[in-house]
C-alpha cells in the first residue's frame, strides 16, 4: 500500500472533501488487516504534527469507520458510545476508555478491532526496525480458564475443573465443598487434633478461587499455588503462597494472618484486603494494600503499608521499597480479567502471556527495547493479542504448533 496515497485519502476524509470513490477506497483498505498498523502510525502522526485536527467533524467517523472495518471480530452492529465506550449488540458498553485526547481514541480504535475490550498504546524507542513478520498459529489458542488441582495431605490430587458441584472431601474437622468455581473449607466437627496441610495449584492456563477455613477468601492467578491448614487451630493462622493471589481477609485478631512467600518474606496481617506477586521469575516480590493494613517483613526489615501503598521486596536481596501512590488497578486487573501495563519492558508482557495462554516464549538475539501501556481482555485468543505486536514491529514467528513464540531482533 502507498503510505502516501493513504495519508491523502485521510486526509481529504477529514476536511471533509473526498469523493464518494475515494472514501470507498478508503473504506476497502480498512477492511484489509494487513493495512492496520499503517493506519495507526498515520492517525497518530496526523494528531501529533496537527493536533487542530482532531476537532474535525469527520475524525470521529473516522474512528466508526475503522471499528467497523473488520466483521471477524466485531458484531456489524457495534459502535461508539459516549466518551469513547465501545458498545455491543443490546447496548451493553464493554469498555470505557480513560478521558484522554479525542485524537488517542481515533488512533486506539484500530486495535480495538483486535482487542475489543481495551486499548493498547506502544511506545518504540530509536528508528524503525521494520515490521513485524507474523506467522499465525497452526492451532488456536484460547484463554485461561478456571481450573486447579487439589492436593491432599495423604498425597491424593483432585482435579477441580472436572469435578462437579459438591463434596469434596472431609478432612480433620473441615468439610471441603465445590460450588460453581469456588472451593470451600467449612467446619465440620469432630477433627482429631492433629493438622494436615493441603495444598492448591493452578497449572498455567488456569485460575481458581477459594474459601479456606477462617473464612478469607483467595483469588489464585494462573501458575500459582497455596498451602495451608484444613483448619486454623494455633495461635497464628499461617499459609504459604508462591505466584501471585488476592487475599480478602478475614478478621481474628486473637489470630494473625501470616503469608509466607519466597526469599523469606512473610505479611503479617490482621483483616485486610491486599494483592501479592510473587512469582520466582520476576525480580521483585509485590505487596499492594487495597484496605486495612498490613506488614511486609524481609532480611530482619519491616514495612507498615497503609491502603494506596505497595511494598516491592528484591529477591535477590530482600531490600523493601515502598511505592506510596501505588497503582491499585493495575495491581488488580488480572482479577478484573485484564492485562494492564504501564512502561512495561517485552520481557515482563510476554512473561503475563505465558502463564495465562500456557506458551513458551523465546528470544533470539537481543530482547527487542519496547514500553507498553494500556490494557488487553484476558478473554482475547493468543492471536488476538498477538496481532496487536505488529504495531511495535516486533518480529516473531510461531512455532510447536502454536505452543512456543520466537521473537527476533
Known sequence: MDQQHLQYLVTQWLNGAGTASEEQELRDLLKDQQNDAAVTELLYQLADQSPEIQQSPHWDVLAREILQADKNHLPSSAGLGDEGSLILPGNTPVRRLPMLRRWWWAAAAVLLVVSVAGYFRFNVPGRDPGLAVVQPPNKELLPGTDGAILILDNGRQVVLDSLGNGLVATQNGSQVNLQNGLLRYEEAGGGSGVI????????????????????????????????????????????????????????????????????????????????????????????????????????????????????????????????????????????????????????????????????????????????????????????????????????????????????RQ
Open 196 to 407: 494436615s496441610y493441603n495444598t492448591m495449584s493452578t497449572p498455567r492456563g488456569k485460575q481458581f478461587r477459594i474459601v479456606l477455613p477462617d473464612s478469607t477468601r483467595v483469588w489464585l492467578n494462573a501458575g500459582s499455588s497455596i498451602r495451608f491448614p484444613t483448619a486454623f487451630s494455633g495461635k497464628e493462622r499461617s499459609v504459604e503462597l508462591t505466584g501471585e493471589a488476592y487475599f480478602e481477609v478475614a478478621q481474628d485478631r486473637r489470630k494473625p494472618f501470616l503469608l509466607t512467600l519466597g526469599n523469606g518474606t512473610t505479611i503479617a496481617v490482621l483483616g485486610t484486603d491486599f494483592n501479592v506477586n510473587a512469582y520466582t521469575d520476576e525480580a521483585d516480590i509485590k505487596t499492594t494494600l487495597l484496605q486495612g493494613s498490613v506488614k511486609v517483613m524481609a532480611n530482619n526489615n519491616a514495612q507498615v503499608l497503609i491502603p494506596g501503598q505497595q511494598a516491592s521486596v528484591r529477591t535477590a536481596d530482600g531490600r523493601i521499597n515502598l511505592v506510596r501512590d501505588a497503582d491499585i488497578a493495575q495491581a488488580v486487573a488480572w482479577k478484573n480479567g485484564l492485562f494492564s501495563f504501564r512502561g512495561a519492558d517485552l520481557e515482563t508482557v510476554m512473561r503475563q502471556l505465558a502463564r495465562w495462554y500456557n506458551v513458551e516464549v523465546e528470544y533470539e538475539g537481543t530482547v527487542p527495547v519496547r514500553r507498553f501501556d494500556g490494557e488487553i481482555d484476558r478473554s482475547l485468543t493468543f492471536s488476538q493479542v498477538l496481532k496487536g505486536l505488529t504495531t511495535t514491529r516486533i518480529n516473531y514467528t510461531i512455532e510447536d504448533n502454536g505452543k512456543k513464540i520466537v521473537i
